[in-house]
């Protein structure tokens, strides 16, 4: 029991918001073990990473691109730049916004 604690509490991620400590929910253990494996090179499990934040980050990338085949390309390069990248992410702050941050640098980038 003891150890189920540890292994949440090192994997809970601290906030304090006015003083107070507000507690984020730890990243999945389904979601580290699939990151895991995109390193690795799993064709599969970058699928998945793909199928799961396609639709959020295309409709990123159409917001900045200046029609939907553009955007396309967008986001297709942009998953390549976060594959790529997987072994420098620090599990500092949320992947999600970890990504973000690859899709927006990327995008801007694109349009200069």
Sequence with gaps: ??????????????????TKKVVLSPMSQDMQKTIEK???GDAG????LYDRYKARFYAL???YSSNADEAQDIL????LKVFN?????RN???FEGW???IFVNHAISCIH
Excluded: D, P, W
């Design 45 to 48: 499990a970058q699928r998945v």
């Design 76 to 79: 297709i390069e942009g998953f």
């Design 92 to 94: 500092e702050g949320e």
């Design 1 to 18: 029991m003891l150890k189920n604690f540890l292994l949440y509490f090192f994997n809970t991620k601290f906030v304090y918001h006015n």
């Design 38 to 40: 995109c390193i690795q």
């Design 85 to 89: 990248s997987l072994e420098n992410y």
């Design 61 to 63: 990338c159409l917001r």
């Design 99 to 101: 990504m973000h941050r």
